[in-house]
């Protein structure tokens, strides 16, 4: 009988955890969002306000935000480099005479999670993030091809055939036979 994973939690825990992480997430004084390729975070502000009222900073691997003479809003380390040029803010209307500062942040690595929007704010468990169904069409070229290929070599396997790396090497050891009728290659292993 397999030791029980000492990492794995009740279901009274799991609940005591994810009600913890709501709790802290809700007593921040900003709300985000994410997607496997992007941070978007919102501020909500006095309606009264414009654009030059605001301080928003945005770098590399910080983050600055909040209303001008006042302590920022947001202020910290992000968890992950961004990429500056697709990365902007707005302010926008919101509801109840409020304005939304909206930042979007563009991430540099399009493949993990953030547990924070800054590193010094209380962490959710990526763990637990469930993806929104993505169509190929909206990756970027290179990690298209590389999802492509896993598919492809996925359903080759369930019908028994080869992958594409195996077809490869038997497609080069087949041109070498050709090339040299001389030699034997009955024993020939491909590994």
Do not use: C
């Not at 913890?20 to 006095?46: F, N, R, S």
């Not at 080069?172 to 050709?178: A, H, R, T, V």
């Amino acid at each position: 009988m397999a030791d029980k994973d000492v990492t794995e939690l009740t279901p009274a825990e799991e609940a005591a955890a994810r009600a913890k992480e709501q709790a802290e997430q809700e007593a921040l004084p900003y709300k985000w969002t994410q997607t496997i390729g992007d941070v978007d975070i919102t501020i909500l502000v006095p309606g009264n306000l414009k654009g030059k009222d605001m301080v928003v900073e945005i770098k590399k691997q910080s983050l600055t935000a909040g209303i001008k003479g006042q302590e920022p809003v947001i202020k910290g380390d992000l968890p992950h480099p961004i990429l500056l040029d697709d990365s902007t803010w707005t302010l926008s209307p919101a509801p109840a005479g409020q304005k939304a500062l909206e930042i979007h942040l563009e991430k540099h690595n399009k493949l993990e999670w953030w547990p924070h929007v800054v590193t010094s704010a209380p962490k959710i468990d990526v763990s637990k993030i469930v993806p929104e169904n993505s169509k190929l069409s909206d990756l970027e070229g290179e990690t298209r091809a590389m999802v492509e290929k896993m598919m492809y070599d996925q359903r080759q396997k369930e019908m028994g055939l080869p992958t594409s790396d195996e077809q490869k090497k038997m497609d080069i050891l087949k041109k070498f036979q050709e090339q040299h009728p001389e030699m034997d290659f009955s024993n020939a292993k491909i590994q």
